[in-house]
């Protein structure tokens, strides 16, 4: 989706580059489509497919460091949740003995 969109910002950035070249060798005056209207489209699009990279990248070891943090085989959005909403602790190792000890108990 972000890749799609990234792209079709991409084309709106040329069409308005291609508008003000042409319009200047026709002897009219459209910078402005180049200068300002452009370099927005061009920001949306490097952002916007940057981000439809990261995103696949990132989930699957998102899920892993949710797993590992919570010590279960979790790994879903609850787990991730919970472990980026937890305060977080001094020591993370007590903590994670703690953890496994209230849950043998339970």
């Known amino acids: 989706m972000f890749l799609q969109a990234g792209y079709a910002f991409g084309l709106v950035f040329d069409l308005a580059e291609y508008v003000a070249v042409g319009a200047r060798r026709m002897g009219n005056d459209l910078d402005r489509l180049s200068t300002r209207l452009a370099r927005r489209f061009a920001v949306l699009d490097a952002s916007l497919v940057a981000v439809g990279f990261i995103v696949p990248q990132a989930g699957p070891r998102l899920q892993e ?3 590992y943090a919570t010590g279960s085989e979790e790994g879903d959005v609850e787990a991730i ?4 909403h937890r305060p977080r602790s001094l020591d993370p190792i007590r903590e994670r ?6 849950r043998a108990h339970v």
């Open 65 to 67: 460091w949710a797993r």
């Open 81 to 84: 949740s919970r472990v980026l």
């Open 97 to 102: 003995v703690a953890l496994q000890e209230t």
